[in-house]
T-cell receptor, first 116, second 113 residues
């Protein structure tokens, strides 16, 4: 199946710093990528839809100025958590939709963010 | 009412047994349905799509009841490796297929030797 990578796989940072997470589709082009967040014992929650070449669409309750999304190419989307706080500590997972062949979303391995 | 509801379990089942989970969804306009599997601290992986006619993939059988808005997953001859969290997932649709997925909280399954 298609492969989606995320980098870094885990990060620990101090409160107030910004953290950038990359999501790449390695063997297919993805005009649309999605960013999810999962807190312990909770379901994955969609944060935003990232569209190549245009602005991201954010879900209700997700601050667009805090979670900056850039989708500059067909294989790369980035999520930047700005001025991170301990409550932003979570498991961030991206997915990419392969419109080329199937309707399936492929998930990256996730990034575990811990803000001290 | 939550969009996708599942019994969180855990379901403790002996190896070789048959186990079934259900989930219900609130959006009657939902377009497509899936079961994903998530292992501890890992990303979810697609187990199978769910079709109205019901579908089977080896030991796994999925059913969809649109009228009652529920989805089921049946696992036969369970293996130790089936231990995981099973996520009921709905694609709300309606935007040309460009929607993010809606996940249930998951049902935790533990297969015991």
């Amino acid at each position: 199946g298609a492969v989606v990578s995320q980098h870094p796989s885990w990060v620990i940072c101090k409160s107030g710093t910004s953290v950038k997470i990359e999501c790449r589709s390695l063997d297919f082009q993805a005009t649309t990528m999605f960013w999810y967040r999962q807190f312990p014992k909770q379901s994955l929650m969609l944060m935003a839809t990232s569209n190549e070449g245009s602005k991201a669409t954010y879900e209700q309750g997700v601050e667009k100025d805090k979670f900056l999304i850039n989708h500059a190419s067909l294989t790369l989307s980035t999520l930047t958590v700005t001025s991170a706080h301990p409550e932003d500590s979570s498991f961030y997972i991206c997915s990419a939709r392969d419109f080329g062949s199937t309707d399936t979303q492929y998930f990256g391995p996730g990034t575990r963010l811990t803000v001290l | 009412r939550k969009e996708v509801e599942q019994d969180p379990g855990p379901f403790n089942v002996p190896e070789g047994a048959t186990v079934a989970f259900n989930c219900t969804y609130s959006n009657s306009a939902s377009q497509s349905f899936f079961w994903y599997r998530q292992d501890c601290r890992k990303e979810p992986k697609l187990l199978m799509s769910v079709y109205s006619s019901g579908n089977e993939d080896g030991r796994f059988t999925a059913q969809l009841n649109r009228a009652s808005q529920y989805i089921s997953l049946l696992i036969r001859d369970s293996k130790l490796s089936d231990s995981a969290t099973y996520l009921c997932v709905v694609n709300p649709g309606g935007r040309g297929g460009a929607d993010g997925l809606t996940f249930g909280k998951g049902t935790h399954l533990i297969i015991q030797p």
